[in-house]
């Protein structure tokens, strides 16, 4: 039987390059790997539906599955994961000098429903007390106007939220319109050494160690999720694809402690693998639900507690059943070698 063919949306990383470049195939599949970035995917796929299948924002496939729609289901390979302590700017003229300081003061977001800001103010409800109802949210681009949200929000009245089309967050921050800014990255004008702006946590590396020790929280971002449809009529797709996800992120990890012929460009890549896996131990960047649950069902409250979901989701019942049971790696000589799940 000849393989199906579908077309997938997805960054280029390096535990995604085997399946880019072709050097891995997902059993039965055959993939058309189309190379865009995270904000373009999202915003097609949630309003187009556009891709077989995508990368997508997990704070975005938890609102959705609260809201009743299933036109996705996920499957859990986590593309992205990352600590965000370093993704919070201030003005130097807010007086903001810790984090209890944003109590009653303007933030802007890029998305309000971005899952690195679940995760900034997640951690700044449950180590801080700051919470998302005690300051007044303004949501627009980071440094360039107009950026709506990809989903329509119906915040509860105990959100405060204001829409800023008109000038970046950047801009807004400079001009001290707003104290301070939350996201996925680093504003262009800190970027530069605009002295106005400076990170709430200068010392971002150690907290966030200190972060994961408590929590055991290395923050997931994005997963892939395949249209409802596909997966539907054709379940076995959910497994194999889950399965060449593992092994492209399996090989990459076999591949960063080799000194040979290092396959970044990062000076010292080897002993900055070591450290990292000193740190946050063997297998840190976590593929499967049972390995991850107390991170995802930590997003599942927090979608709940700042206004996303009505309900705080089932973390089951946003994953293709076929990847929920899974035999834990080690369980063969070889798990990566082991019986592949072909289409019927």
């Given at each position: 039987m000849s393989a199906m063919n579908l077309t997938i949306a997805c960054s280029s990383y390096d535990r995604t390059y085997a399946l880019e470049s072709g050097l891995i195939r997902p059993d039965g599949i055959e993939l058309n790997f189309l190379t865009t970035n995270p904000g373009e995917t999202f915003w097609r796929q949630l309003r187009f539906a556009e891709f077989d299948v995508s990368e997508m924002s997990l704070s975005g496939c938890i609102l959705l599955a609260s809201r009743g729609d299933s036109r996705f289901v996920a499957i859990p390979a986590f593309t992205s994961r990352a600590f965000r302590h370093d993704c919070i700017f201030v003005s130097v003229t807010s007086g903001i000098t810790k984090p209890q300081d944003l109590v009653g003061k303007r933030i802007g977001v890029p998305q309000y429903s971005m899952t690195a800001a679940l995760w900034i103010r997640g951690m700044l409800s449950d180590d801080y007390g700051?919470?998302?109802?005690?300051?007044?949210?303004?949501?627009g681009g980071l440094d360039a106007?107009?950026?709506?949200?990809r989903v329509t929000l119906n915040l509860p009245p105990s959100i405060r939220m204001e829409h800023r089309g008109d000038r970046s967050l950047s801009d807004l921050l400079?001009?001290?319109?707003?104290?301070a800014i939350i996201g996925a990255e680093w504003p262009l004008p800190f970027r530069t050494g605009h002295a106005g702006i400076r990170q709430l946590f200068p010392d971002y590396e150690?907290?966030?160690?200190?972060?994961?020790?408590r929590t055991r929280f290395f923050p997931i971002m994005h997963c892939i999720a395949i249209r409802r449809d596909i997966y539907?009529?054709?379940p076995w797709v959910a497994r194999n694809l889950y399965d060449a996800f593992l092994r492209a992120k399996e090989r990459v990890s076999s591949q960063?402690?080799?000194p040979g012929a290092p396959i970044t460009m990062l000076p010292f890549q080897v002993s900055a693998y070591l450290k990292a896996v000193k740190d946050l131990g063997e297998g840190y960047w976590r593929y499967?639900?049972?390995?991850?649950?107390?991170?995802?069902?930590?997003?599942?409250?927090?979608?709940?507690?700042?206004?996303?979901?009505a309900t705080v989701v089932d973390v089951d019942t946003l994953f293709a059943r076929e990847t929920l049971e899974v035999?834990?790696?080690?369980?063969?000589?070889?798990?990566?070698a082991a019986r592949p799940h072909r289409s019927p």
């Amino acid at each position: 039987m000849s393989a199906m063919n579908l077309t997938i949306a997805c960054s280029s990383y390096d535990r995604t390059y085997a399946l880019e470049s072709g050097l891995i195939r997902p059993d039965g599949i055959e993939l058309n790997f189309l190379t865009t970035n995270p904000g373009e995917t999202f915003w097609r796929q949630l309003r187009f539906a556009e891709f077989d299948v995508s990368e997508m924002s997990l704070s975005g496939c938890i609102l959705l599955a609260s809201r009743g729609d299933s036109r996705f289901v996920a499957i859990p390979a986590f593309t992205s994961r990352a600590f965000r302590h370093d993704c919070i700017f201030v003005s130097v003229t807010s007086g903001i000098t810790k984090p209890q300081d944003l109590v009653g003061k303007r933030i802007g977001v890029p998305q309000y429903s971005m899952t690195a800001a679940l995760w900034i103010r997640g951690m700044l409800s449950d180590d801080y007390g700051v919470t998302a109802s005690s300051v007044v949210w303004v949501q627009g681009g980071l440094d360039a106007p107009g950026y709506p949200e990809r989903v329509t929000l119906n915040l509860p009245p105990s959100i405060r939220m204001e829409h800023r089309g008109d000038r970046s967050l950047s801009d807004l921050l400079l001009a001290g319109e707003i104290d301070a800014i939350i996201g996925a990255e680093w504003p262009l004008p800190f970027r530069t050494g605009h002295a106005g702006i400076r990170q709430l946590f200068p010392d971002y590396e150690w907290l966030a160690l200190d972060y994961y020790r408590r929590t055991r929280f290395f923050p997931i971002m994005h997963c892939i999720a395949i249209r409802r449809d596909i997966y539907e009529a054709h379940p076995w797709v959910a497994r194999n694809l889950y399965d060449a996800f593992l092994r492209a992120k399996e090989r990459v990890s076999s591949q960063l402690h080799f000194p040979g012929a290092p396959i970044t460009m990062l000076p010292f890549q080897v002993s900055a693998y070591l450290k990292a896996v000193k740190d946050l131990g063997e297998g840190y960047w976590r593929y499967g639900v049972e390995a991850s649950r107390h991170e995802l069902e930590a997003m599942c409250r927090y979608s709940f507690e700042q206004g996303l979901s009505a309900t705080v989701v089932d973390v089951d019942t946003l994953f293709a059943r076929e990847t929920l049971e899974v035999l834990p790696q080690g369980a063969t000589d070889n798990p990566l070698a082991a019986r592949p799940h072909r289409s019927p």
